[in-house]
């Protein structure tokens, strides 16, 4: 089958910098995305990899690891507006299907 | 610049009745769509994607159907709803093709079943 693991919630504060690990076991494996959705809202993208190593844009960078089938979202200079769900999400070999995973909630606090 | 519209943004529905969600997208040609549910606190569902018109690929076999009869049109609907179909229902589209990897959402419509 085909799953996607995330920590369910994480806190941070203010100004900090915090880490939303996913791994993934998928039949086919294309890139790992990363998604934003605030309370109410639609998801809005925030990055891509599909080989491994870092991508940087602005205060987020994605990391990953194909051979250990694992990513994850850096998040630094935390703001209260990052308040929001973060979901990875991998793109099937087909290129036409996102599995996402379940979502990452993450609080920051002042 | 691309826009993706759906309608409507909530809709209260009995048990029993019918549904169609449309979604349409503007400024693009042949982009794949896609319908995702996603129930209060959850992640997105894959229902349906569809790569071109009449082309549509079920995810999830259940009580809905989707059909795209233009090329920026996609239709979700159900002849009977159930209490299970109350959700957020997001449509999205990406580059046609299999490209790209982004995906635009839609605003979502807010169904919940009585």
């Known amino acids: 089958g085909q799953s996607l693991e995330q920590p369910s919630e994480v806190t941070a504060v203010e100004g900090a910098i915090v880490q939303i690990n996913c791994t993934y076991q998928?039949?086919?494996?294309?890139?790992l995305s990363w998604y934003q959705q605030h309370d109410g809202g639609a998801p809005t993208f925030l990055s891509y990899?599909?080989?491994?190593g870092l991508e940087e844009t602005g205060r987020f960078s994605s990391f990953l690891s194909r051979s250990d089938s694992y990513g994850y979202l850096l998040l630094q200079e935390l703001q209260m507006k990052d308040s929001a769900s973060y979901f990875c999400a991998v793109r099937d070999t087909g290129g036409f299907k996102t599995i996402f995973g379940a979502g990452t909630r993450l609080f920051v606090k002042a | 610049s691309q826009t993706i519209h759906q309608w409507p943004a909530t809709l209260v529905q009995p048990v029993g009745s019918p549904l169609s969600l449309e979604c349409t997208v503007e400024g693009t040609s042949n982009p794949n769509l896609y319908w995702y549910r996603q129930a209060a606190g959850r992640g997105l569902q894959l229902l349906f994607y569809s790569v071109g018109i009449g082309q549509i690929s079920s995810e999830v076999p259940q009580n809905l159907s989707a059909s795209r009869p233009q090329d920026r049109q996609f239709i979700l609907s159900s002849k009977k709803l159930l209490l299970s179909d109350s959700g957020f229902y997001l449509c999205?589209?990406?580059?046609?093709?299999?490209?790209?990897?982004?995906?635009?959402f839609g605003p979502g419509t807010r169904l919940t079943v009585t």
């Open positions: 999205a589209w990406s580059v046609g093709g299999g490209g790209t990897y982004e995906q635009y």
């Open positions: 990899n599909a080989l491994d």
């Open positions: 998928t039949s086919g494996f294309y890139g």
